[in-house]
């Protein structure tokens, strides 16, 4: 199919999506796949930032506590009530899994409720997907560089459903970079957003390594952190604000140097970005001049579309729904689950 008729028609089915993978309580409404009508997210960070990263126990009690709270101001903003709903999705992979558990059988039991098909949605198509929310017309074979906590790579859509995953992180995703590095400068959790502001008042002048730049499609960001550490170290009385922004340097030439060789190589039309790294500033502004000096259509997602949402789990259960019909109820929490590569007939 050209699934691209069905996304970019406003549609009027609705999908309640939620997202529990992580630690964010999310739901959403999204009318034919594009429209988001509400998207609500309860973020955990306050519970976990004195550990200095998501602990996993924590993580999967507040989303027992909040997931009906979440939904029902989902529906309530979008001005919509369960039987007006054509499905209810939630992501069931990757992720941790006490708490894609409370988010899929919150799902399961509204879609029994409210006699509604059930869609379990892969998270990482989820994050590929954000982009679609708001500019639906993309055109493909597009490259997505997705960057988040979890994950760090880079995937060739050469239609909908239809991924290469071109390469990965051999270690640390560039999220956990950010968060690892801000956790041995004293900095809070999570680190990216606090990296990536202390950096505007910085200077790049310090010279980490640009792991792997000449290898392929893949990532590698372990020898990064340790290289941050040992200057620091080294370098006591350096000013925090310069290695943040020596880090940021690095971090960012490595993404931004193969996403703009993958789209060259591949033909590709556009590149975008998705996962919460792609909320950070010097990355989005490397990728805008990149796509403007290759003449790639290229674009960012709102901030609240890059990192956890539950917005873009139901964009993808919507187009999901349409190309393979309703996951069984028997489907069950992945942690494990990586990017679907097969290409369904829509
Ligand atoms: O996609 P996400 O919300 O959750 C996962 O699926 O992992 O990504 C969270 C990650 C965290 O590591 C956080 O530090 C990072 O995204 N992040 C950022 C920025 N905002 C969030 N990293 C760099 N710069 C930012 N502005
Ligand atoms: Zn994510």
């Not at 001005?79 to 069931?92: F, I, K, N, W, Y």
Request: proline letters at 5%; aromatic letters at 6%.
């Amino acid at each position: 199919m050209s699934s691209t008729t069905h996304l970019s028609d406003p549609g009027s089915e609705l999908v309640l999506g939620i997202e529990t993978s992580c630690d964010e309580t999310a739901a959403s409404i999204v009318a034919g796949g594009t429209t988001v009508l509400s998207s609500v997210v309860s973020s955990q960070v306050d519970l976990h930032a004195r550990y200095g990263g998501v602990v996993p126990e924590i993580a999967s009690r507040a989303h027992v506590e909040m997931i009906t709270p979440v939904v029902a101001q989902a529906l309530v903003e979008a001005g919509v009530e369960g039987r007006d709903l054509s499905a209810v999705a939630a992501t069931h992979g990757p992720g941790l899994v006490g708490s894609l558990l409370v988010g899929v059988s919150a799902a399961k039991a509204l879609s029994l409720v409210w006699d509604v098909p059930f869609v379990a949605v892969n998270h990482l198509e989820a994050h590929l997907y954000a982009s679609f929310i708001e500019e639906p017309e993309l055109k493909m074979p597009l490259v997505v560089l997705l960057v988040s906590g979890g994950h760090t790579m880079l995937v060739l859509m050469r239609g909908h459903g239809d991924y290469e995953v071109l390469g990965s992180t051999l270690d640390d995703a560039a999220g956990e970079a950010y968060d690892k590095v801000a956790r041995y400068l004293g900095l809070g959790y999570p680190g990216g957003p606090i990296v990536d502001q202390l950096a505007v008042t910085g200077q790049a002048s310090i010279d980490f390594p640009r792991p792997v730049l000449a290898d392929g499609y893949k990532f590698s960001f372990s020898g990064l952190k340790t290289a941050v550490v040992n200057h620091v170290r080294k370098n006591p009385d350096v000013a925090f604000e310069d290695v943040a922004a020596s880090f940021q340097e690095a971090v960012v030439e490595v993404l931004v140097t193969k996403a703009r060789r993958a789209a060259a190589e591949y033909d590709a039309q556009g590149l975008v970005i998705g996962g919460g790294v792609a909320a950070n500033s010097r990355l989005r502004e490397a990728i805008l001049d990149v796509c403007v000096e290759d003449g790639l259509h290229g674009f960012l997602p709102s901030h609240s579309y890059c990192t956890d949402n539950a917005a873009m789990v139901a964009a993808v259960g919507w187009w999901r729904w349409h190309s393979d019909g309703a996951s069984p109820l028997d489907t069950g929490a992945n942690p494990n689950l990586t990017i679907p590569s097969r290409s369904p007939q829509v």
